[in-house]
């Protein structure tokens, strides 16, 4: 089993770029989440989702943004990068309320 | 907004010692989660406590959950070396659609 997929899993941009981040899972969760950590502030949610066609904000949702076009993925989308958006981004999913989340391995970004 | 505190921030000590980490909040939750990270990992989940009051053991890890769901407290045994990491504790937003973070407790472990 695959589990939760990120990629890429390093990246440098310059300030006002743009990318993508993907996240794939093959579990066949509804539930999924991104979440951005860094030193001494935990992981803090960008934006979840609790299927298909459903996205929310979550607690630093500004300058991301996400589609959740399928059920296995769910990218996050940096418009105009900024040095505030260095961090590692962690991709998460569940099958459902209350149950435990699976994360992936991360993607560290780091914007110049 | 739901917030979860733990404590301490950072921990030392040597193998064969006991610790125990806290996590705490004014909220009520229906449930809180526990997670171990590694360097260069994601989080994997340890457990999940659901019933106020509840006891949970894994090995040489104890979890419980308080009688008024606001908190919880993770006691490690006889640390190990291998216990060492970021250990982070969790809850469900008031929508219980996604997990919201403590800022977790940084062990170390020396043999």
């Known amino acids: 089993n695959a589990g939760v997929t990120q990629t890429p899993k390093f990246q440098v941009l310059k300030t006002g770029q743009s990318m993508t981040l993907q996240c794939a899972q093959d579990?066949?969760?509804?539930?999924m989440s991104w979440y951005r950590q860094d030193p001494g502030m935990g992981l803090r949610l960008i934006h979840y989702?609790?299927?298909?066609?459903?996205?929310d904000q979550g607690e630093v949702p500004n300058g991301y943004n996400v589609s959740r076009s399928t059920t296995e993925d769910f990218p996050l989308r940096l418009l105009l990068a900024a040095p505030s958006q260095t961090s590692v981004y962690f991709c998460?999913?569940?099958?459902?309320?209350?149950?435990?989340?699976?994360f992936g391995s991360g993607t560290r970004l780091t914007v110049v | 907004t739901q917030l979860l505190e733990q404590s301490p921030q950072f921990l030392s000590i040597q193998e064969g010692e006991n610790l125990t980490v806290y996590c705490n909040s004014s909220?009520?939750?229906?449930?809180l989660q526990w997670y171990r990270q590694e360097p260069g990992e994601g989080p994997v989940l340890l457990v999940t406590?659901?019933?106020?009051?509840e006891v949970k053991k894994l090995k040489r890890l104890t979890f419980q959950f308080g009688d008024a769901r606001k908190d919880s407290s993770l006691h490690i045994t006889a640390a190990q070396p291998g216990d060492t990491g970021l250990y982070l504790c969790?809850?469900?937003?008031?929508?219980?659609?996604?997990?919201?973070f403590g800022k977790g407790t940084t062990l170390s472990v020396s043999s």
């Open positions: 998460a999913s569940s099958y459902r309320a209350g149950s435990g989340y699976t």
């Open positions: 579990m066949n969760h509804e539930y």
């Open positions: 989702s609790v299927g298909a066609g459903i996205t």
């Open positions: 909220s009520v939750f229906s449930s």
């Open positions: 406590v659901v019933t106020g009051g």
């Open positions: 969790a809850g469900g937003n008031q929508a219980g659609t996604a997990l919201i």
